[in-house]
């Protein structure tokens, strides 16, 4: 009688006793975590990040129809334009391989699931870890008394693509070669050069997702992005006489041949632009002179770019938050609430911004008529959206004329229809989440800010979009306040229930 009472009162608190444990176990989205390869002997062919220590890639092996299909990724992370900043760069993930992480989570284009990524789910599918400063570009070296900097990004891509042709990579039957944010300019610089690798046959593409970074004026009408890049390209170069350098790393250069970053620019573009060969670094010059197909994921209103966003997304370099509204250019805030949500901006505010959009688009008319081309073009505020998978496939993914990025994409790829896609000004799109990407660990934003390595400010998007988090109590379980006082309701009631038992018994 005692039992069947306990039961009926467990029954009554709306739980089960085995509901009640089953609530303390951690249930956590299932992801795919793909382990961390580093590049064997590497280092005896001058192939290192900043730091010297080794590349690195992701790998997770294809199988059935795709097992002879391979994507590569090149993973973003801005760039460093002087010693300081490269020299600050290799004691971070973004410049060694000694603080990355050693998995990596697959998803969006990198997805294995068919239902989330439909053309590529069973391709090999390898992420290439980012660690040189310069989007894979560089092949030289800086060395004195106190700094040791290799700005080897060059040497990097041939490492991880030799090494990957005895895994199948030399019978690639198609391949598509793209990247994020910095990994998407790679993807520019390197395009052409991996067809050499393949066989003749195999179909190559490339494609850059927030990675058309636009040569323009800033909102003072200054070229910003022009003077980084031009240093940045000025930088990675070998320095054949060395010198002694102060601790604000001050230096005079001696003696210079042009062998870092400029040398492995497009040659035809280079011949063209001569003295200013340094803006070939722009995708925009270069586009022209790609003859492999290329397809251009880009929002026209690109977060990092514009520097507006809802959610502050991750930006890399201390000295480079912003393109065209950076802090140089806008000294009294005037911009400050309109970059952390755009309906707070003026309306002199918007059109400056679709300006910005304008500029886009007026870069890439050229490439609109192009044969073997596709883009897509959205207006939502947002940084690199293939590897999120909620911008890449899904039911609340953006859209263009119904289609999401993944399909337009694989029309594209698999010559299914057509693929070039712009999107109305903002705000007339309905579909944009406006998710922005951090990836970051609690650590490390707190060390960004306390050491002043970047931007420090980080807003979650609303619950339960976060599947990084690790939560106690699963979310389709009421309020955990309302959970545990139903199960602690429960042991009191068993409690006072057991030190009744033996007097009932007697």
Request: hydrophobic fraction near 40%.
């Amino acid at each position: 009688m005692m039992m069947s009472a306990l039961w009926v009162v467990v029954m009554l608190m709306g739980v089960t006793p085995w509901r009640s444990i089953h609530c303390l176990e951690v249930k956590q989205e299932k992801r795919l975590l793909v382990a961390m390869t580093l590049v064997p002997h590497a280092g005896s062919t001058g192939a290192v990040c900043l730091d010297g220590s080794p590349p690195a890639y992701h790998i997770h092996g294809g199988l059935g129809s795709g097992a002879r299909n391979w994507l590569l990724q090149f993973e973003g992370g801005g760039w460093c334009n002087d010693v300081a900043s490269c020299a600050a760069r290799s004691k971070t993930r973004r410049g060694s391989t000694r603080y990355m992480n050693k998995l990596e989570v697959f998803s969006g284009i990198l997805s294995n699931d068919s239902t989330t990524n439909p053309d590529f789910y069973d391709w090999n599918r390898v992420k290439l870890r980012y660690c040189d400063g310069a989007s894979f570009g560089g092949d030289s070296e800086f060395l004195n008394s106190t700094t040791a900097l290799y700005f080897r990004g060059q040497r990097i891509w041939k490492a991880i693509v030799l090494d990957l042709l005895p895994k199948g990579l030399i019978q690639a039957d198609k391949v598509l070669l793209s990247g994020c944010s910095a990994g998407g300019l790679a993807s520019f610089l390197h395009c052409d050069d991996l067809t050499r690798f393949v066989p003749e046959t195999a179909t190559v593409k490339c494609m850059s997702d927030a990675g058309f970074f636009l040569d323009v004026r800033d909102v003072s009408g200054q070229y910003t992005i022009r003077s980084f890049f031009s240093s940045l390209v000025s930088l990675q170069v070998r320095f054949l006489l060395l010198f002694v350098a102060s601790l604000t790393y001050r230096f005079a250069k001696l003696d210079v041949v042009p062998q870092g970053v400029q040398k492995n620019l497009n040659p035809n573009c280079t011949s063209s632009y001569g003295l200013f060969a340094y803006q070939c670094f722009f995708p925009q010059h270069a586009l022209s002179y790609i003859r492999t197909p290329y397809f251009i994921l880009n929002s026209a209103y690109d977060v990092y770019q514009t520097s507006i966003s809802i959610t502050h997304p991750r930006l890399y370099a201390k000295q480079f938050h912003h393109i065209f509204v950076p802090p140089s250019a806008d000294p009294r805030g005037l911009w400050y609430r309109c970059k952390l949500n755009p309906m707070a901006c003026s309306p002199n505010q918007i059109a400056i911004l679709q300006g910005f959009r304008n500029e886009m688009l007026k870069a890439l008319e050229s490439f609109e008529g192009s044969q073997n081309g596709g883009m897509f073009i959205n207006s939502c505020f947002t940084h690199c959206q293939s590897e999120l998978q909620e911008a890449w496939f899904g039911p609340n993914s953006p859209r263009l004329h119904n289609k999401t990025i993944a399909e337009v994409v694989g029309d594209w790829y698999f010559d299914r229809g057509m693929a070039k896609e712009v999107d109305c000004p903002y705000p007339c799109d309905s579909t944009c989440d406006d998710l922005i990407p951090s990836n970051q660990t609690i650590a490390e934003v707190v060390g960004d800010w306390y050491f002043d390595r970047g931007m420090a400010k980080e807003v979650d998007c609303p619950y339960p979009c976060d599947s990084t988090c690790d939560d106690l109590i699963p979310s389709n379980q009421g309020g955990a306040f309302n959970d545990a006082l139903r199960i602690c309701t429960i042991g009191c009631l068993l409690f006072v229930m057991c030190l009744l038992l033996p007097l009932k018994i007697v």
